[in-house]
Structures are given as structure tokens and as C-alpha cells.
């Protein structure tokens, strides 16, 4: 083949990228739903073992549709080296404990998905992992977090619910300064937007579960970056503990690629208008969307991503506003998920944040009246309509 893939662009990546065909030839990648591989011999089982045939053996240590997923994914990612699990949840903690050991130091950002807090401040200490969380737009706050046994930084950026902005570049200077690795949990920005690796991190994490698959269906998750680090910390944690994703899955969010460049652009254009919409309007007291001028941190977000994706917060003043504008949508479903064709609408304080003590939730500044919401790929007007009359009753 004289075509290097390596030179196209991301949306013909995401299309042929990892393509292999069967002798059948189909044109839609196929979909090996088997756990095992048989052999032609004994001597052939020998070698697959022993590694010098690097054929397939078991589903838990690598499958042919899950191994296309995650060769497209690396080549829109621009990574060495990418590895898929069954959520993102357990892609970030594969992530984490694969770099870390009893005795060491871990830091994070403040603001994080649910689950990632519980990892940090629940999980983590069980095992002899110090942990500490930081206001991640602090850059004297990462500095002065730094310890000797610090081997891990945790960022996500856009943050979860309010899209707080880490300047993912100069966190990674201060970590690697100190000889930490950084993992960039990158899913709300999306791996069209934002790319961690050129900005100096170690590993990247998605849960293909949101944008990824896109349609709301199943379940995934994924380790990226260089081959000479992550195989070394995730080649045995993987096979020896289960986290793989069933080939079923792998093969949804394989053909969910295919579309993500055209979904994620259409759902950024909606979430741009629709902030704008809803930053004029007088029951607001204040949007949160990366992509305006009036963010905290437009001017990172400017310089780190390519686009500002689908996702937005607004403050609607108190608990009973943000509720009677949610129990208002007819078109919006309220849902916690996001990146879905279906636009949706949670109140991160009472849903997604209610596990984070309260003291916490005020000091990222996640008040009662916030709604987080994440544009979907329905008409714009519809759309338009039923938020408009929404935060008329709110
Ligand atoms: C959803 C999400 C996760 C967890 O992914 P699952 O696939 O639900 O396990 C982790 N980080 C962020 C930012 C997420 O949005």
C-alpha cells in the first residue's frame, strides 16, 4: 500500500483507519465475537504463547474487531499505542493504577468526574496512595502540590459540570519538573478538539462512551499514548485483571468513529448558538461555554483546542429555578449522559455531584443553580424553541 495513513486527515482516519478485512472481503469491518482462538498445531499454540507469533489468544489479552477499534482511535489520536476497556471508568483506572504504586503521591484537579473523585479520595489511600486535589487553573497551586513520591498527575479540561480550563501545557512542565506522569482525562473535549499528547502529556483517557459512540448504546473506554511507557505500565494489568470490552462494543464504537468528526462539529456549532442564546437571556446569571470571550479561561481554551465542543453550564440563581426550567423541556431530555445525538440537560448537584460534600461543591463554585447541559444534533430552531420557553419558566 502506498497510502501511509499516518498522512490523512482526521476525517478519512477515522473511516479506513485499522481497517483489516477478512477473506470475505466485507466492506463494514466484522465483528469477532468470539472469546478464543484454536490452533493449527501444538507447536503452533507454542508459539503464539511464547510470543514469537504474535496471532490472537484470548479475548481478555486482544480480539481482532477490538484491536481495529483501537488502531482507528490511535490514528485520529496521533498515539503509539491505544488499548480499549469495557468503560471509561475502568480506563481511568487502569490509568492511575497502573502508574502507581503504595507510597506514592498523586495529584488532581478539584473539579473531576464523580467517579474519578471516589478513585482519588476513597480508592487510591486504601492501597497506600497519597493523594491531593488542587484548583486545577492554579498553576502555584500544582507547584506547590509537588512532592518528591509525586508520580501522577490527574487533569480534565474542559472539567466536568462547569468547563473550567487547565492549561494543560504548562501543568505538564510542572509535573514532569518534579518527575510525575500526566493523564489527561479528555473527554469533553473530544479527540477532534484537543490533542494532550502534542501538549505534553503522558497518557491519554476517554470514555468512549460519550462522543465516541455517540448514539447512546454501550459502554467504553480508552488508554492512549507512547508505546515504550503504556505497555510497560498496562500490558499485564490489563490481561491478568478484566477490564476488556466486550468485541460487541468495540465493534458499535468502531462504526461510532466513522461519523464522530461530523456529529461533534454540527453538536459544537448547536452548543455555540444555544450559549448565546441563553447568556442573553434575563433569568441567566451567568453561562459557562469555552468558546466565548466571557469564559474564565477563554484565552487557554483558545490556545490548547481547535474547537470548544458540545458542552455548557448556566446559573439559573437557585434549585427550584434550574428544576422548573428542566421539568419544562419537551424536545431536551433531562439525562446525565452527554455527547449523545440527543440533546440533555442534568442539575449536576442533585444528580452527577450529589456525592461530593457540599463545602466541596461551593468551592469549584457548582451552586444549586446550575444546569449542565450538552447539545445534541436535533434541528437548531427546535431546539432554540424548547430551551427559550424553558427558561421563560424557570
Ligand atoms: C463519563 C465520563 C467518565 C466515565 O466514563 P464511563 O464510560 O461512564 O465509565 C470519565 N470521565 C469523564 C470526563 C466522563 O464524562
Known amino acids: 500500500m502506498a497510502e501511509d495513513p499516518n498522512q490523512w486527515a482526521p476525517a478519512t482516519r477515522l473511516i479506513r483507519g485499522g481497517l483489516t478485512r477478512s477473506s470475505f472481503g466485507e466492506t463494514s469491518e466484522a465483528l469477532y465475537l468470539t472469546q478464543s482462538f484454536a490452533y493449527e498445531s501444538a507447536a503452533g499454540a507454542d508459539r503464539r504463547f511464547s510470543g514469537e507469533d504474535p496471532g490472537f489468544i484470548y479475548s481478555r489479552y486482544a480480539n481482532p474487531t477490538t484491536q481495529m477499534f483501537e488502531e482507528r482511535l490511535a490514528l485520529l489520536e496521533g ?22 504504586k503504595a507510597g506514592d503521591h498523586l495529584v488532581a484537579g478539584k473539579a473531576l468526574f464523580g467517579s474519578c473523585g471516589w478513585i482519588i479520595n476513597q480508592w487510591l489511600p486504601r492501597f497506600g496512595v497519597e493523594t491531593t486535589q488542587v484548583d486545577a487553573t492554579d498553576l502555584d497551586a500544582w507547584r506547590a502540590a509537588m512532592r518528591p513520591n509525586t508520580k501522577v498527575v490527574l487533569l480534565e479540561s474542559p472539567a466536568n459540570p462547569l468547563l473550567e480550563i487547565t492549561d494543560i501545557a504548562q501543568v505538564a512542565k510542572i509535573a514532569h519538573g518534579a518527575g510525575a506522569k500526566v493523564v489527561v482525562d479528555n473527554v469533553f473535549a473530544t479527540p477532534i478538539f484537543q490533542k494532550p499528547l502534542t501538549l505534553g502529556a503522558d497518557v491519554v483517557v476517554y470514555s468512549a462512551t460519550k462522543h465516541i459512540d455517540g448514539q447512546g448504546r454501550v459502554l467504553g473506554g480508552a488508554i492512549l499514548g ?10 499485564d494489568i490489563i490481561r491478568h485483571t478484566g477490564p476488556a470490552i466486550s468485541p460487541f462494543n468495540a465493534w458499535i464504537l468502531l462504526k461510532g468513529l466513522e461519523t464522530l468528526d461530523l456529529r461533534v462539529r454540527a453538536q459544537t456549532q448547536t452548543a455555540a448558538a444555544l450559549a448565546d442564546q441563553i447568556g442573553a437571556h434575563a433569568k441567566v446569571s451567568r453561562v459557562l461555554y469555552p468558546g466565548r ?23 439559573l440563581g437557585s434549585r427550584e429555578a434550574a428544576w422548573r426550567f428542566l421539568d419544562a423541556l419537551e424536545i431536551v431530555d433531562i439525562s446525565n449522559n452527554l455527547g449523545d445525538a440527543k440533546s440533555m440537560a442534568t442539575h449536576p448537584s442533585t444528580t452527577t455531584h450529589r456525592a461530593m460534600p457540599e463545602a466541596n461543591r461551593l468551592e469549584i463554585g457548582l451552586t444549586e443553580g446550575y444546569v449542565r447541559m450538552s447539545a445534541g444534533l436535533e434541528d437548531l430552531t427546535d431546539l432554540s424553541r424548547d430551551i427559550g420557553r424553558a427558561l421563560d419558566a424557570a
Request: proline share 2%.
Open 79 to 100: 498515539a503509539e499505542y491505544c488499548r480499549s476497556l469495557a468503560s471509561g471508568m475502568a480506563a481511568v483506572h487502569v490509568a492511575l493504577t497502573g502508574l502507581l
Open 226 to 235: 507512547d508505546k515504550a511507557l503504556l505497555e510497560d505500565a498496562y500490558r
Open 293 to 315: 470571550d466571557d469564559h474564565p479561561q477563554a484565552a487557554i481554551a483558545r490556545a490548547q483546542m481547535t474547537g470548544f465542543s458540545n458542552l455548557l453550564a448556566f446559573d
